[in-house]
């Protein structure tokens, strides 16, 4: 990983919003990198912050949102908006900048196409508009990629599809027209904001699978956001799991999936779908703080069963597990009483284990 260029680099992210309520601490101190050509999975419930950690490295934070402090640098590889290629700080440049940015370099898809989609616009234009608005392209070239891309995208019949308009589309097929507007700017980083939350399961393994695609072929880096861990195997190799606006593990998706630390992680690992049955086998309980008032110690500290005196009074660091594997967490702590992942977490460890393996046979 160390030797993969680092294209994304956010040190101390701290957002709050303006409320009726008071300030709303969303983001509480955010560190994450990037790497290129890498897709990593945000996952947490709703309100974890997620989407606003998106919003913040896109530049379209709401209106009333404050920036406490924190950076988000970008490596800006073309030079696009300083002289030579350095790193700029997304939470300062200025806006004229950020629109040099903003569709291009660093895309996003939301959970609803409609979002990104002009209503009254025929989705060709709109695909081939990029192409020779941002690109140069005259128009019967731009026209061209366009339907390329339409069908890279899989959107069948592209030259009947070219002149028809959003609502003529299923969310699937909407999806990959979005997917194609990100594609027709180039796009280097593409964040998915829970992209296939609002398909059917069909439809979302092919959008998946669109995503892992153009991912491969064009060296894409991709965060997907999620709040199933369930797609997660499917899609990335890095998970940062985040709870009250903080990320509280991350690592490889193997250290996530089978040697997690945090016990909010194994809490998210005992809530996804049994893999034989489908059935949710046990809901988290109790509900997360109000960031109007954070908590001072591990936010997680309340509905934790392992939770320890000092959970409800410090807050923990990052602890180490390993190279790629970091935990925040005072279970980590040398002193801490020795807690091992609930046996459902392992049980249901072994057995995802087992399925991959009859998977990998029948596939010979
Ligand atoms: N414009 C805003 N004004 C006030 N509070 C906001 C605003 N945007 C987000 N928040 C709050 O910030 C916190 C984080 O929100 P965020 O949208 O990032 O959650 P999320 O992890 O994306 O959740 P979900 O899975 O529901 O999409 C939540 O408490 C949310 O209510
Ligand atoms: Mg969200």
């Known amino acids: ?54 919003r913040a490295i896109i530049g379209i934070l709401a209106k009333n949102s404050i920036h406490n402090g924190g950076t988000i640098n970008y490596y800006d590889e073309e030079a696009l908006v300083s002289k030579t290629p350095q790193y700029v700080d997304l939470m300062q440049i200025e806006e004229e900048d950020f629109h040099k940015l903003r ?14 989609l002009n209503p009254i616009m025929k989705v060709g234009t709109q695909i081939s508009e990029a192409l020779y608005l941002k690109m140069g392209m005259t128009k019967a070239d731009a026209k061209n990629r366009a339907l390329e ?12 599809r070219f002149f028809q308009y959003p609502f003529q589309f299923s969310g699937g097929m909407r999806q990959r027209i979005v997917i194609a507007i990100a594609l027709a700017n180039d796009a280097e980083i593409l964040i998915c904001d829970e992209p296939t939350t609002a398909l059917d399961v069909t439809i979302q393994a092919q959008i998946l699978e669109l995503i892992n ?8 880096t991709i965060i997907f956001i999620t709040h199933d861990l369930g797609v997660v195997a499917n899609i990335a190799e890095r998970v940062a799991v985040m709870y009250a606006g903080q990320i509280i593990e991350i690592g490889d998706v193997n250290d996530i999936y089978y040697d997690s630390r945090h016990p909010y992680t194994w809490a998210l690992l005992s809530a996804m779908p049994d893999l034989d049955t489908d059935e949710k086998l046990f809901a988290i309980p109790g509900t997360p703080p109000d960031l109007h008032f954070p908590p001072a110690g591990d936010a997680f500290a309340p509905r934790n069963q392992y939770a320890l005196q000092v959970d409800f009074e410090e807050e923990p660091p990052m602890f180490q597990v390993s190279e790629s594997h970091f935990a925040k967490t005072w279970l980590m702590h040398e002193y801490a009483p020795k807690v091992v992942q609930p046996i459902a977490v392992t049980r249901r460890n072994d057995r995802h284990k087992e399925l991959i393996k009859e998977k990998n046979n029948g596939n010979k």
């Open 213 to 220: 695609r153009i991912k491969k072929e064009r060296n894409l």
């Open 103 to 116: 569709g291009t370099k660093i895309s996003m898809i939301f959970q609803d196409p409609m979002s990104s």
């Open 149 to 160: 891309l339409m069908k890279e995208v899989g959107i069948p019949e592209p030259e009947k």
């Open 1 to 54: 990983m160390e030797n993969r260029q680092k294209i994304l680099e956010i040190r101390e992210l701290d957002i709050s919003f303006r409320t009726q309520q008071g300030k709303l601490n969303a983001i509480r101190g955010v560190n994450l990198d990037l790497y290129k050509g890498e897709t990593l999975a945000i996952v947490g419930e709703s309100g974890s912050g997620k989407s606003v950690t998106a």
